[in-house]
């Protein structure tokens, strides 16, 4: 059974640093995205670590950095420079046998 775990979500002020995780059991991060949802908007994919380059979603290049660490079946997101438009629910997301599946979310909440 797929389970992904996050962490590192948290308040911080605009200009500010978090790094979130997602650690997996039962399957291995071939495939991760990241995924953020704010209030009243749809999910949007903020990053992914399958294409080489990594892929990134505007407003966020530069600023956020996906990796995956293999030996600790983890996936990364650190974001540096947040900003208040950060604001939102991420998720990690990663595939097994066409399945997907998703972490239970942690909240960034970037104040001004």
């Known amino acids: 059974q797929v389970q992904l775990v996050e962490s590192g979500g948290g308040l911080v002020q605009a200009g500010g640093s978090l790094r979130l995780s997602c650690t997996a059991s039962g399957t291995i991060f071939s495939r991760g995205d990241w995924y953020r949802q704010a209030p009243g908007r749809q999910r949007e994919l903020v990053a992914s670590?399958?294409?080489?380059?990594?892929y990134y979603v505007d407003g966020v290049k530069g600023r956020f950095t996906i990796s995956r660490d293999d030996a600790m079946n983890t996936l990364y997101l650190q974001m540096i420079n947040l900003k208040p438009e950060d604001t939102a629910a991420y998720y990690c997301?990663?595939?097994?046998?066409?399945?997907?599946?998703w972490g239970q979310g942690t909240q960034v909440t970037v104040s001004s």
């Open positions: 997301r990663t595939e097994k046998y066409n399945e997907e599946y």
């Open positions: 670590i399958t294409p080489d380059p990594p």
